[in-house]
């Protein structure tokens, strides 16, 4: 199994889950984060930092679409580890529906 960042990530991108990873495995879009699937070791402490519950293990059901963007990501974006600010207007997108259709983006992030 794996953990997976998934779409609630989407224009908050908060970033208070990397400085936690032991392994370093988080990747940076411009507008998400993602874990690279092979990278992770499944510890789970990632997950109740993340102010909007968008970490998710791959066992639940209906993942498949993230865990498959996740690992195609985590290859073509940059590593990042440290904690910076998070946009200005994350708080504006918090419970937004759809956010993938809308505001996803394929462009990688500033990584560290
Ligand atoms: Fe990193 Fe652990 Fe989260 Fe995986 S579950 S991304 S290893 S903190
Ligand atoms: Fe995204 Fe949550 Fe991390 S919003 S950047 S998964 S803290």
New binding site residues.
């Given amino acids: 199994m794996t953990y997976v ?1 998934t779409e ?2 989407i224009r ?7 400085e936690v990873c032991p392994v370093d495995c ?1 990747y940076e879009g411009e507008v ?2 993602v874990i690279h699937p092979d990278e992770c070791i499944d510890c789970g402490v ?1 997950v109740p ?7 998710k293990a791959d066992t639940e059901s209906g993942l498949e679409k993230w865990l498959e963007l996740n690992a195609e990501y985590a290859s073509r974006w940059p590593n990042i580890t440290i904690n910076r600010d ?1 946009p200005p207007d ?1 708080d504006e997108y918090v419970g937004v529906k759809e956010k993938y259709q809308k505001f996803f983006s394929d462009k990688p992030g500033e990584g560290d």
Wanted: charged share 20%; glycine share 0%; net charge negative.
């Fill in positions: 960042v609630d990530c908050c991108k908060y970033l208070d889950c990397v988080f998400m984060l990632c930092e993340c102010p909007v519950d968008a970490i998070a994350a």
